[in-house]
Structure formats: C-alpha cells, structure tokens
Nanobody, 123 residues
Framework: QVQLVESGGGLVQAGGSLRLSCAAS????????IGWFRQAPGKDRHFVAA????????IYTDSVKDRFTISRDNAKNTVYLQMNNLKPEDTAVYYC????????????????WGQGTQVTVSS
C-alpha cells in the first residue's frame, strides 16, 4: 500500500510558476515509480511526467518537456513537479499516482492515487 497526498495547486497568471508536491507514505518506496497526471474539465486524465524513486529516471509528455521538472526528495518522501511558463491549457486537476517498479505513461498502470490539486492558469 502507498498513500499519496498532493499539495501546491492554485491560481497563477500565464507565464508564472507553481510547484506541486506529492507526499508518499506506506511500504518501502525504493521500488516505486511516481507519476503526475492531469485532468481538465470534461476531458480524460492524461499523463504529465513520472520518476522512478530509486534511480531517479524521468519521463515527460512532449507538451511539458521544456517547462516542467519532476524530482524527488528521498529524505522527505516527496515528489515535486516544478511547473514554469504555465499556459492556460495547463489548467486542470493534477494527480500524483504510484506503481511498483518501472514508470509508465498511462493511467491504468498506476494502482495508487492521491486526491488531486487544482491548478488554474489565467490568460
């Protein structure tokens, strides 16, 4: 079992920055991968970025590659999503999710989910 709690969402103007946090607890996290997903109103949930806890390998969806950075702090059991140069199309509820072993870029691969945090980017 892995428990996840997101925080850090809010309202920001286009071009601004936010840092989301995903605090993880439960069984050992060394074999866990954490993914960030987002869901805009009326849309499906989509992959944003992921990181493997042990090695720190990362993957991003193309639309955020040069703007978002995923990282982890082992001492705090927390994964971060630094979001820079935010655009109105980044507006969504952002969820972090966990799975064992390698990361993946699709919703169905992840067994554990946080409650989500709202990010709103105004134009």
């Amino acid at each position: 079992q892995v428990q996840l709690v997101e925080s850090g969402g809010g309202l920001v103007q286009a071009g601004g920055s936010l840092r989301l946090s995903c605090a993880a607890s439960g069984r050992t996290l060394n074999n866990v991968a954490i993914g960030w997903f987002r869901q805009a109103p009326g849309k499906d949930r989509h992959f944003v970025a992921a990181i493997t806890w042990g090695v720190g390998s990362t993957i991003y969806t193309d639309s955020v590659k040069d703007r978002f950075t995923i990282s982890r702090d082992n001492a705090k059991n927390t994964v971060y999503l630094q979001m820079n140069n935010l655009k109105p199309e980044d507006t969504a509820v952002y969820y972090c999710a966990a799975k064992f072993y390698a990361y993946a870029d699709y919703v169905g691969a992840y067994a554990y989910w946080g409650q989500g945090t709202q990010v709103t980017v105004s134009s």
